[in-house]
């Protein structure tokens, strides 16, 4: 019987849209997947999941490199991860004053009358700025 050969990286693709983030290989992904984090290593079972709003992260050697997405889906295979994000921010590439925006926004649109709008709406752009913030503060902190 065939030993089954573990792959030792992953071929990594983050593509949106509108453009193609990242072609790369890598160690490790993980990745918001519909029903939580999921952490990918080489060798990993296909698997085919849908995206939430979330950050998500990739790791080549001892550094990570972090991007905020949102929405899509997300294949994965034994060596390799392919990400078709509907948004999908790079941390350095995050504007922070747009999202605290956002953010002031989306709250400001909670914090009244649910008659007055769409709360669901709201309550997803306030989640999308917040993970951007969130994103945006690991980049600058990365060592
Ligand atoms: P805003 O209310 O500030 O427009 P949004 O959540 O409605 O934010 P999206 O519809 O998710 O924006 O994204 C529209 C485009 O703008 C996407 O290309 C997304 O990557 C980009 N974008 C949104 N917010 C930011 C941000 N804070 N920094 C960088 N790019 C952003």
């Not at 983030?21 to 990918?40: C, N, R, S, W």
């Not at 922070?96 to 007055?116: F, G, I, M, W, Y």
């Amino acid at each position: 019987m065939a030993i089954p050969v573990i792959p030792s990286q992953l071929t990594l693709e983050i593509v949106t849209p509108d453009h193609a983030l990242t072609h790369a290989d890598v160690d490790e992904v993980e990745i918001p997947a519909e029903g939580g984090y999921i952490g990918v290593l080489p060798g990993h079972t296909p698997l085919l999941t849908s995206l939430q709003i979330g950050e998500m992260w990739y790791r080549k050697g001892g550094e990570r490199f972090y991007l905020a997405v949102a929405y899509g889906f997300a294949e994965i295979q034994p060596d390799h991860v392919v990400v078709l994000a509907q948004v999908a921010e790079r941390a350095e590439d995050i504007d922070v004053a747009r999202a605290e925006a956002a953010r002031r926004r989306a709250e400001s649109r909670l914090s009244k009358p649910p008659a007055d709008h769409d709360t669901a709406r709201a309550r997803l752009a306030l989640m999308k700025s917040l993970i951007r913030l969130q994103v945006s503060a690991k980049a600058r902190t990365r060592v």
